[in-house]
T-cell receptor, first 109, second 115 residues
Framework: RKEVEQDPGPFNVPEGATVAFNCTYSNSASQSFFWYRQDCRKEPKLLMSVYSSGNEDGRFTAQLNRASQYISLLIRDSKLSDSATYLCVVKNYGQNFVFGPGTRLSVLP | SAVISQKPSRDICQRGTSLTIQCQVDSQVTMMFWYRQQPGQSLTLIATANQGSEATYESGFVIDKFPISRPNLTFSTLTVSNMSPEDSSIYLC????????????FGPGTRLTVL
């Protein structure tokens, strides 16, 4: 089993739609959680960190469920510019970042 | 934050040759990492570049194939040795300025094609 797994995608949604991505991780000792965004032919960049209480940044909401070892990302009112691959990233104390396989999103006009 | 540059941005190489990729950071950082991202895939960590000591390689990657240098706290190189078409990939340098509490920053990547 991979350490970090994500919805396989791709997701093709119309502008204005709400879309949710799921991620699960296998190491119960994982301590830090992130969503990264990677545009085509670009490097990954942090979208948002994920906190235990859940957090929101504009149209983006991240949730963490430690008991289920599950992370989610919700995007509301999708824009064309949201089209990208979304990477779930997990870090354990003293260890390296582990990247999920990514979920590709295409927002269609 | 950290600003990272990589050279070259892309290259096309013949099999059997070697390519050295440079990574420069605009501030001193303890931890630097080298990743590989094959077409359509996510990032795979190759190694952690340690300043003043040997790099730490992940399973499946060896020093003979991917020698790494880390002469100071702002610079590192990754060499892809004796290349084959299977080495065609994007190679990314990254830094972790806060020791994992916050984000990693990535360089723009080096797109390598081996013929």
């Amino acid at each position: 089993r991979k350490e970090v797994e994500q919805d396989p995608g791709p997701f093709n949604v119309p502008e204005g739609a709400t879309v949710a991505f799921n991620c699960t991780y296998s190491n119960s000792a994982s301590q830090s959680f992130f969503w990264y965004r990677q545009d085509c032919r670009k490097e990954p960049k942090l979208l948002m960190s994920v906190y235990s209480s859940g957090n929101e940044d504009g149209r983006f909401t991240a949730q963490l469920n430690r008991a289920s070892q599950y992370i989610s990302l919700l995007i509301r009112d999708s824009k064309l510019s949201d089209s990208a691959t979304y990477l779930c990233v997990v870090k354990n104390y003293g260890q390296n970042f582990v990247f999920g396989p990514g979920t590709r999103l295409s927002v269609l006009p | 934050s950290a600003v990272i540059s990589q050279k070259p941005s892309r290259d096309i190489c013949q099999r059997g040759t070697s390519l050295t990729i440079q990574c420069q950071v605009d501030s001193q950082v303890t931890m630097m990492f080298w990743y590989r991202q094959q077409p359509g895939q996510s990032l795979t960590l190759i190694a952690t570049a340690n300043q003043g000591s040997e790099a730490t390689y992940e399973s499946g990657f060896v020093i003979d194939k991917f020698p790494i240098s880390r002469p100071n706290l702002t610079f590192s190189t990754l060499t892809v040795s004796n290349m084959s078409p299977e080495d065609s990939s994007i190679y990314l340098c990254s830094v972790d300025p806060t020791g994992g509490r916050y984000e990693q920053f990535f360089g723009p990547g080096t797109r390598l094609t081996v013929l």
